[in-house]
């Protein structure tokens, strides 16, 4: 069937910036679309930074914390719940105060949002690697191997992630049953986190794969005879990796909440190994004694964090989607 | 007066390196019970002039200068809320797609009566009434019933009609139409085009036609304009401009235009737009790789054979075996193609032409029949090895020009991907010269292989996919559609690029196309096909001259006449 | 439409019977449930008597369809830690669950769809940017931090509103109780089902803004406009009604999320309903009542699937009509 394109004048302006010779890479990438976008919308620029910073502390939490709060010789039950440097009673030592055990809350926030970091990425590679091999494979082979993956992709996506997480660890604790839960839980969390997120990758992919499956260039590769696995990792993966990117970042925003909120409903990390959610958990039973400063600095770093993620990713989205341009 | 005058009209897109002039300094009017055709290839503005015009210009688009008049009233620089009631009321609308110009969860009627009652000061039953009528003036059968279904019971035909039929909702004096026919088969695009005219002389109402489509300018316009990059370049009288155009712009377009009547042996090179593809460096195709060992097992008689091929799709599954439904693409088809030769395949979309060579490169499996490649059976292949050794000797060209290139691979790459998974040469090095070559001879110049596929037009792109072909050295080639997404100038240019190729290198072709003006350019010999049937295969010119099924000619009674067009500069054969 | 009720009606009983499969396999592999339910002091001839008694020697598939026919008569056994039956449990504490969810998901229906509307129709206004801005706080503070601050703000602080419980309720009928008829009931609910349906709410809304510019750039909207209809009729009959299809299926998903999510906000504001209660049993590993959530939740869900399956029959013609 013939066709001509409804938006020629987009096609000719474009016609027009390709006549601009091919600069290098990096030039190239400044002078992109994306980037633009990327620096007219200045609060996506104040979120990159402030997310590069907040991973920053995070990371190097050994070197930046004002102390170690896991090194038991230098905390003392007698500096327990120091209010902050601005109210009375406090302690220079200590800008945010301390918990309820004498530790610092700042290098406390630092330390956990490293934990928190740590568990969001791991969960996020691990669910993106399984969702996209099941979607890849799902949209391009179809039939029933397809039906099975999907089934299963619509049964589970019934359920929300974090009751899917709540299950799986309710599970693992029954089959560990308590024994080394410490050293477990970060594991148990991990897989629980990928295994309850894996699905929207796998359904994105699925989709992008099906569309990319009938384009031409799939066709032609396979007119020349190149097999199936090649086919899909050479040429369909790199093509569907737009909307990945877009969910990887969203979904690293939601598994550091939805570990925040397991550790905070006291079936993720424990208090001797505290992420965010764990500290929070332990401020709560404060709240109502007036040390509200032990549950509320952690959870404003948990939402400026994951604020900062969310801000970044709802642009790329919307930078990708050449439909809302 | 006229009921349409465009004066000095520019339209602006403020971009984020420049400003984009749309269309620059543009005049032309209309007059009631009149056709106003605007052609012109993509990029050169024709759609913006319709926006510009009835006040719907994507953001950021904006009227720079000029002055748009509807019966002597200036309209281009109304408020919005007068703009909008001109809309529907005094100028209709037609778009290019049926399928999707309907808003799908409301019935034809309540569409219609909306438009209707937006307009007339018409109770709900009169405007019924009037809905009803319209859709028997568009020429929809049992109007009374069809007007309470929603769009997706209509076909691609009868919902253009719906479409028109909302055009003219309240007598409109002035209709444009944006590429009406394009997205329609041939039979039916010419029913709609005689619709339109025969409603522009009965309602005496002036129409502005945009197309790409100068059969479609030559069948039913009055004046045309040309448009080139925003410019008009030429304007005036139908006959006049087509019959002995002025502009050199003009000239090569209309001489671009594969005509069903005269067969050319070359199309005119027209350098008008794109650079035309002239090799840079001239290969001896005896001594370079591409010609070189050639060493396909020799084959006397027919180079394929294809008899009582069969193929259907399945459109429901069900457990059931009874309750699952078919579709039948592809129905007992038989015929042969010779070495050397050209094949063409011809049909409306949905007959089963583009199925057939699917069929034949292995990307579906047949459900009966049999393909004979030389003396092997292509359908009882098994081994990897003898399917790779097949795969290699057929390579396919293909429809669409943007996605036929992996967009995330250097155009370098996508030419080595072959010539690399076949082992066709010794090195690095040797596949790097080897893709060199074969960009220079495509036309396109080596230093194109570190650029990536977006950096690209349409019609260069088209060219790296037939140097992607050519990198397999195969001795079969099918094309399917290869310049239907193309401007008639690119068109032009690539389809003297296939010819050459064929003679350098003896290739036998399929050559598919739903334009029996092009299949008559390239084919020896031509099958039509209907509904998954082969109707009729014969000699090219016998096809045309003397056609034996009636399918065949009423395929040709369909075609626009090309009798207007000027046939200056054309050497027939 | 009696075909397609009957087909979705299968798929629904299918996932059902698979949620069933696992909820067993929880039931009966994970732990050993003999262990849970005796003392240390018990023999074990005691213990093989106990199992024989139980059925839990009898083949794997035996046992599975007398799980499932006990479930289905809402017998899910008895929790390890109460010593009492799961449905008395369940029984005592769906009113209180349910009035909680249905009140945050009527707040963020109510606020969450003209919030969606106003921002796609008007992509560019301050407003709609202010609506976007507060959309992404919402979705970026975690549930329960979002429960903490209320409480820290209107209970701790001001000491305006109750932080726990659900005040006084009026019992209604043999098992129902509600906390809708009292005025600290009503006080108890405004918190958590703020804190509940604010997720849900900022979701709602941001996916109704997104189909609806989607919509906004279709054909027919551009023909809609082109042929002078006022923008009354191009926004609301045309483009709101191509959006509710994509709308009500992630609408009816967020509003089975809400019961789920009931689990954080019943644990912040210690609400006496299923949530917590589950949550109680994965810290104790009581597996008869998670399997018996699990199923109760997958039925909600799957009920919930199987309405908005049929309201689409009814918004979408081409699900409806057949082609001529």
Known sequence: ?325 | MNVLDIKDLTVEFPGRKSVFVAVDDVDMSVDAGKILGVVGESGAGKSTVGNAVIGLLQEPGRIAGGEVFLHGKRIDNLPYKEKRLLRGRKIGMIFQDPLTSLDPLQTVESQLVETIRTHLPLSAKDAQKRAVELIDAVGIPNPGERIKQYPHQFSGGMRQRVVIALALCAEPELVIADEPTTALDVSIQAQILELMKKLCEERNVAMLVITHDMGVIADITDHVAVMYHGDLVEYGETTQVLGAPQHPYTQSLISAVPRPDVKVERFPVVNYIEKAGTPQKHIDISTHWLGKSRDYEKISGPLVQIRDLDMRFEVRGSVFPSRRKYFQAVKKVSFDIQQGETFGLVGESGSGKSTIARLITGLYDPTGGSILFGKTELTSLKNRKDVLAMRRQMQMIFQDPYSSLNARMRVRDIIAEPIKFHKLASGNAEVRQIVDDLLDHVGLGAQAGQKFPHEFSGGQRQRISIARALATRPRFLICDEPTSALDVSIQAQILNLLKDLQEELGLTMLFISHDLAVIRQMCNRIGVMRNGELCEVSDCDDLFERPQHPYTRELLDLMPSMELLSRANLETS | MIGFATRRLIQALIVMLVVALLAFTMFRFVGDPINQMVGIETSIEEREALRERLGLNDPIPVQFLRFVTKAAQFDFGTSYQFRQPVSELFAKRIPATLELSLTSALFALVVGIPMGIYAGLNRESPISKLFLSVSLVGISLPTFFIGILLIFLFSVTLQWLPSFGRGDTVQIGSWWTTGFLTASGLKALILPSITLGLYQMTLIMRLIRAEMLEVIRTDYIKFARARGLPDRLVHFRHALKNTLVPVITITGLQLGAIIAFATITETVFNWPGMGLLFLQAVQNVDIPIMSAYLLLTAFLFVAINFIVDILYFYIDPRLRVGRP
Request: hydrophobic share 55%; glycine share 8%; net charge negative.
């Open chain 1, 1 to 325: 069937m013939p066709y001509v394109s409804n938006e020629e004048v987009t096609a000719a302006v474009q016609d027009r910036s390709s006549e601009q010779p091919a600069a290098g890479r990096v030039a190239r990438i400044l002078d992109s679309d994306l980037f633009h976008s990327f620096l007219r919308s200045k609060i996506t620029v104040v979120a990159a930074v402030a997310t590069l910073i907040l991973f920053l502390l995070s990371f190097l939490a050994p070197w930046v914390a004002p102390h170690n709060p896991f090194d038991l010789a230098t905390i003392s039950i007698l500096d327990a719940r120091v209010p902050p440097i601005w109210q009375e009673y406090s302690d220079p030592r200590f800008i945010l105060g301390t918990d309820d055990q004498g530790r610092d809350l700042l290098s406390g926030i630092f330390y956990g949002m490293r934990i928190s970091l740590i568990i969001g990425f791991c969960s996020v590679i691990a669910a993106a690697v399984l969702g996209i091999s099941l979607g890849l494979v799902a949209g391009y082979m179809g039939g029933r191997v397809d039906s099975f993956i999907m089934r299963v992709a619509d049964v589970q996506l019934t359920f929300p992630a974090i009751l899917i997480a709540l299950l799986i660890d309710g599970i693992a604790a029954g089959i560990f049953g308590g024994v080394d839960r410490e050293f477990f839980a970060f594991y148990i969390l991990i897989v629980s986190l990928a295994l309850s997120f894996w699905v929207q990758y796998a359904r994105t992919v699925r989709g992008s794969t099906m569309v990319e499956k009938n384009k031409e260039y799939v066709q032609a590769a396979r007119v020349i005879g190149i097999p199936s696995v090649i086919i899909m990792v050479r040429h369909i993966l790199p093509n569907v990796m737009g909307p990945v990117m877009v969910i990887a970042t969203i979904n690293l925003a939601l598994a550091i909440v939805t570990e925040a909120t397991l550790s905070f409903l006291g079936v993720g990390m424990p208090p001797t190994q505290p992420s965010l959610g764990t500290l929070i958990a332990i401020g709560n039973d404060f709240l109502y004694s007036g040390e509200w400063w032990i549950a509320i600095f952690p959870g404003l770093a948990l939402a400026l964090l994951v604020l900062n993620v969310n801000l970044l990713g709802d642009w790329l989205r919307d930078a990708l989607n050449p439909k809302l341009r």
